[in-house]
C-alpha cells in the first residue's frame, strides 16, 4: 500500500524548534517532488515548501523563508522539514505529499498525500 506518514509535530515554544518527518512505504521518493503544506484553524491550506525529484533543489513560502529547511534522506526514503524560530502564526497541520517525477508542488496535483501532523507553537 502506498503511503506517505508524517510525524514529529506537537506543542513548542515561540522561538523554538521542531523536525518533521514524511516516511513514504510502497514506494521510492526519489522520483518524487516532496511538499510540505500546511492548513491552519479556519484557514486554506497553503504550500510551505518544496524538494524536487532530482537536484534536490527547493523553494519555500516567504513567510517561512530562512526559518525553515526542507531536505531528503533517499536512503531512508524520509524527507525532513526543520523547523526553526517558530512563531504562534506557524501553528498548522503540516500535510507532506509526493507528486512523480516533478519540479514542482502543485497543491492540486499532487499524487500522494499524508494524513498530517499537528504542530502548536504557544507559550
Known amino acids: 500500500q502506498l503511503q506517505l506518514v508524517e510525524s514529529g509535530g506537537g506543542l513548542v515554544q515561540p522561538g523554538g524548534s521542531l523536525r518533521l518527518s514524511c516516511a513514504a512505504s510502497g514506494f521510492t521518493l526519489d522520483y518524487y517532488a516532496i511538499g510540505w503544506f500546511r492548513q491552519a484553524p479556519g484557514k486554506e491550506r497553503e504550500g510551505v515548501s518544496c524538494i524536487r525529484s532530482s537536484g534536490g533543489s527547493t523553494n519555500y513560502a516567504g513567510s517561512v523563508k530562512g526559518r525553515f529547511a526542507i531536505s531528503r534522506d533517499n536512503a531512508k526514503n524520509t524527507v525532513y522539514l526543520q523547523m526553526n524560530s517558530l512563531k504562534p502564526e506557524d501553528t498548522a497541520v503540516y500535510y507532506c505529499?509526493?507528486?512523480?517525477?516533478?519540479?514542482?508542488?502543485?497543491?492540486?496535483?499532487?499524487?500522494?498525500w499524508g494524513k498530517g501532523t499537528l504542530v502548536t507553537v504557544s507559550s
Open positions: 505529499a509526493a507528486k512523480r517525477f516533478s519540479s514542482y508542488c502543485p497543491e492540486n496535483g499532487m499524487d500522494y
